[in-house]
């Protein structure tokens, strides 16, 4: 994923409003493309410390 951010790749900040996440504002949606596919990769905020951020992986699927 930081790969793919580097070279310029896009994340989807959307605001959470799902029951089970009461604890995050947000999560972020990834995009990849791998090979002949693209994966959706959904992740929330642990960290958003500039110099060492932390996400959490929490859904990972085929687009």
């Known amino acids: 994923m ?3 951010v580097e070279n310029g790749g ?3 900040q ?3 409003t799902r029951e089970e996440w ?3 504002k947000f999560h972020y949606d ?3 493309p791998l090979e002949s596919r693209r994966l959706y990769i959904e992740t929330v905020l642990l960290s958003d410390d500039p110099h ?3 996400v959490q ?3 990972v699927h085929d687009v």
Do not use: I
């Open 2 to 4: 930081l790969e793919y």
């Open 14 to 16: 959307v605001r959470e």
């Open 10 to 12: 896009e994340v989807d």
């Open 22 to 24: 009461p604890d995050f």
């Open 30 to 32: 990834f995009r990849v």
């Open 52 to 54: 060492d951020p932390e």
């Open 57 to 59: 992986v929490v859904n």
